[in-house]
């Protein structure tokens, strides 16, 4: 056995305390990660810092979802275009007659109150509250592809626009409603006589906007349903929710409810949050390679075991570990599965090695050695096997 002589302050020590630069590899990911973060948050700010909000379906936005290009158009053709953010003005504007309430949204508003306003009227979506706004139009499952669409109807208005960009919901009309635009069991545009006028609903308001209007009959069909009337009353969600919709008896929201002390107790948890995770995000630095105070070779081992057998007179035991060693070695050189029994295995190797089957048998399945120099017979016996299996 190999033992290392030298005195214990002559060997090589490696400091286990951290260093600047083993504390930097273990922090170096969130350091970064963090400063990534708050750089895209500060371009996010700095790059919307002066865009306004996108207003889909607004007569006033600009952006490709907005409609001042309609707006716009319909107010050369002598059509008044009103946009009003609440149902008492519509309410209000619809008493002169002879207008048009176009509803885009209803997120802000009382349909109940929509509903009870006279005379035309045209829903854009499947929103909440058709059945007030538009009673008998029920809503198909599934949402159908928005895409240019024929008309396949007789309704003035779609026939004189033909094919138009229509999709995102489908509707089942009410007797005596008339359907357009098919799209499977139902229609993109269903329009019916109302009390007071006409009601029109369509799947999307996608002809409609900057984006779409100049595209197939989209500017026709948008002229002939929204322009039809003398003036049109566009009903839009209100920049600033009405006092009586807010939290709070007093139309206080919930950050004006929040105790002030609130955002200091988020703050300081987020701060513990990251120190945390700083602390127990560590990762272990590099291996250390420690010197053995004694050099074990594995043949020393070896021969150990095998002296602790001899002294047993542990024959057969020795005899089980060579025969299990020997098979486990020789079923895969012969291309047999880990579950062959022990004909196949013995059949196999007396093909292969041209020897006697009684005898291979024996050598790997026989009774143990009854003596010393049996026991060294047959060790080299299945070395002999094993290296004839192998050259082959």
């Keep these: 056995m190999s033992v290392d002589m ?10 286990a305390s951290p260093t600047v630069r083993s504390v930097w590899r273990s922090v170096r990911v969130a350091v970064l990660l963090g400063v990534l973060i708050v750089a895209t948050a500060v371009a996010g700010v700095l790059l919307a810092s002066g865009d306004r909000a996108t207003r889909p379906l607004d007569p006033d936005d600009t952006s490709l979802a907005g409609a001042k290009a309609l ?25 002169q007659g002879g207008r048009l309430l176009l509803i885009t949204d209803v997120t802000a508003f009382d349909e109940v109150r929509l509903a009870a306003i006279q005379g035309d009227r045209l829903v854009v979506g499947d929103l909440y509250g058709l059945d007030d706004l538009a009673p008998g139009v029920r809503s198909l499952p599934g949402a159908p592809r928005e895409r240019s669409r024929e008309p396949a109807c ?6 004189a626009a033909g094919s138009a960009y229509l999709g995102g919901a489908a509707f089942r009309a009410p007797p005596g ?3 357009c635009y098919p799209a499977g069991e139902g229609w993109t545009l269903v329009s019916f006589p109302n009390a007071g006028g006409t009601t029109t609903v369509v799947g999307s308001g996608a002809f409609l906007t900057n984006q779409r209007l100049a595209e197939d009959g989209n500017a026709a069909l948008a002229l002939n349903l929204v322009g039809a009337n003398k003036a049109v009353t566009w009903l839009v969600e209100p920049e600033t929710p009405p006092t009586g919709d807010l939290a ?4 206080a ?3 004006d409810l929040m105790p002030d002390g609130v955002p200091w107790a988020v703050g300081m948890a987020a701060v513990t949050v990251f120190v945390v995770a700083l602390w127990r995000g560590r990762r272990l630095g590099p291996v250390v390679t420690e010197r053995l105070p004694v050099v074990v070779r594995a043949a020393e081992t070896v021969e150990g075991r095998g002296r602790l057998y001899r002294a047993r007179r542990a024959r057969a035991r020795a005899a089980e570990a060579l025969r299990a060693g020997a098979v486990d070695r020789l079923v895969p050189r012969l291309g047999l599965g880990s579950g062959a029994v022990r004909h196949e295995v013995v059949g196999a190797v007396a093909v292969r090695a041209g020897l006697d089957a009684q005898q291979v048998d024996a050598a790997l399945y026989g009774p143990a050695p009854a003596d010393d ?20």
């Design 373 to 392: 120099a049996g026991l060294v017979a047959l060790a080299r016996y299945l070395d002999s096997v094993e290296r004839t299996i192998g050259e082959l």
């Design 248 to 251: 709070g008896p007093e139309g």
């Design 71 to 95: 707006a716009q158009l319909l107010r050369t053709r002598g059509v008044t275009v009103e946009r009003v953010d609440s149902v008492a003005v519509a309410a209000s504007r619809a008493a």
């Design 253 to 255: 929201s919930l950050y």
């Design 177 to 179: 409603a008339t359907g």
């Design 154 to 159: 007789r309704l003035p208005a779609a026939t």
């Design 6 to 15: 030298r005195p214990a302050d002559s060997r090589e020590s490696v400091s």
